[in-house]
């Protein structure tokens, strides 16, 4: 399989063209979640924009500081009740809670590691699910929340469990936000009226289920939203989207956005990547690290990840890992080195330590720190790609159909 390199032809630069930014959106309209709007026909308001929610406020003829005050009950707070919002009055609170709710999905189930990573398995409004792991660092009192953008994935990338269910639909801007928010309140983690920071659930991964890249508009407004310094406030700093290598998406990721970028190589030929993340067939290595090497504010203090899952006698040669560190010579780029986790049916086997050892060794003498990531939650199939959910895509009609 692991056929000599052959650098493809880079463009010069793979700027999103209008023709292709709009295929990409129209193809995520076909799996736009439902409206948020509940069959009693009040609206949630997670997941709206600060504009957005004025707009609401205005409708219903209220004063527009009551904007900043509901964003930051919503999302400083944690509340779920207009009761609960003492600075509103009486009167205004019920009318609130007769128009609106305050959204979580529910936690169908929740398992917990015995490493202590926990899995929660979300219901959605329409009863779709999707997983969401919390992974607690066991040398500090902090943690990341691991967080789903899609229900199923479309692309097949043959090691991860997640690729083996089709995609079902995008995740709204409320289901991703309240992923986090739902785990906040899980681990009572939401500032006390005397203004604790939290830290437990202080960082967010977005490499759950699905490719954040092909639902960017939902993943983007969740992110501004867990952003925004009146309410969750996470610095951009403080969230890595990882992504299976989405060219042209990745650029506006970096403008718009700017958090902390992820990118899962896990090959150093484009005929192996072919075989294991198809996507490469679409954007080839070359064109990939282009895309690295002008992600904006990509520093030594703000690295890329490449994140490379070791699959035993197919991708962990230490001439793979030479070919690896010239491919990426010249970008501020660290490189993650997953043990494979297996999942039920998985044709793959993790690299032996002996592979990994050697691996990470002629990466970090090439400069770049090569850490070998702990498994964590692999007895409750929590571990990176094992996450999959039984949910099935129901026949839905396009809106031209
Ligand atoms: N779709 C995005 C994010 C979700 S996957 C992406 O592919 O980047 C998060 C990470 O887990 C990716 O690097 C993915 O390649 C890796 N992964 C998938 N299956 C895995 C497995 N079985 N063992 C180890 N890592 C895996
Ligand atoms: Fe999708 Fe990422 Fe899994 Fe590939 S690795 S199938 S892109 S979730």
């Known amino acids: 399989m692991n056929a000599p390199f052959k650098p493809r032809q880079a463009a010069p630069e793979t700027v999103l063209t209008e023709a292709e930014r709009s295929r990409i959106l129209a193809k995520s309209a076909l799996f736009n979640p439902p409206p948020y ?3 009693d026909g009040r609206r949630d308001l997670v997941g709206l924009s600060r504009e957005e929610l004025a707009a609401e406020i205005l409708e219903i003829g209220e004063a527009p500081f009551r904007v900043k005050q509901l964003w930051h009950w919503i999302y400083h707070q944690g509340v779920t009740d207009f009761a609960a919002m003492s600075s509103i009055a009486r009167p ?3 009318k609130l809670s007769e128009r609106f709710v305050i959204g979580r999905p529910v936690a169908a189930t929740i398992q917990t590691s015995t490493d202590e990573t926990r899995k929660f398995l979300f219901r959605f409004r329409d009863g779709q699910e999707a997983e969401t792991v919390y992974i607690p660092d066991p040398q500090q009192d902090r943690g990341a929340v691991c967080i789903s953008s899609q229900v199923g994935c479309t692309l097949s990338c043959r090691f991860c469990h997640t690729g083996t269910q089709t995609l079902v639909r995008n995740l709204g801007a409320a289901e991703i936000v309240g992923q986090f928010m739902a785990a906040r309140d899980a681990y009572s983690e939401w500032p006390s009226p ?6 437990l659930l202080s960082t967010i991964v977005l490499m759950g289920m699905g490719e954040p890249l092909y639902n960017y ?5 969740a992110m501004r939203i867990v952003m925004d310094n009146e309410g969750i406030a996470l610095s951009r700093r403080r969230i890595t989207l990882s992504t299976s290598g ?6 506006r990721a970096g403008e718009e956005l700017g958090v902390n970028l992820a990118v899962s190589l896990h090959a150093v030929t484009d005929d192996l990547r072919d075989e294991l993340v198809p996507l490469n067939r679409k954007y080839p290595i070359a064109e990939l690290l282009a895309a690295c090497r002008r992600y904006p504010g990509a520093t030594n203090a703000r690295r890329i990840t490449f ?8 991708n962990d040669s230490e001439a793979e890992a030479r070919e690896l560190v010239r491919l990426i010579a010249g970008i501020p780029a660290k490189v993650n080195l ?3 986790n297996p999942w039920p049916g998985s044709a793959f086997e993790p690299s032996s330590g002996n592979a990994l050892h050697r691996f990470a060794k002629i990466v970090m003498e090439a400069g770049f720190a090569s850490p070998i990531r702990t498994p964590r939650g692999q007895d409750i199939l929590a571990a990176c790609g094992q996450l999959k959910t039984e949910s099935q895509r129901t026949q839905r009609k396009s809106p031209g159909e």
């Open 92 to 94: 205004l609170q019920q």
């Open 246 to 251: 989405v060219v042209p998406m990745m650029d």
């Open 194 to 199: 005397r203004g604790e920071t939290p830290r």
């Open 338 to 340: 997953i043990p494979f």
């Open 307 to 314: 994140e490379y899952v070791m699959l035993k006698g197919v």
């Open 37 to 39: 709007v509940l069959p």
């Open 217 to 221: 508009e939902n993943v983007a407004r």
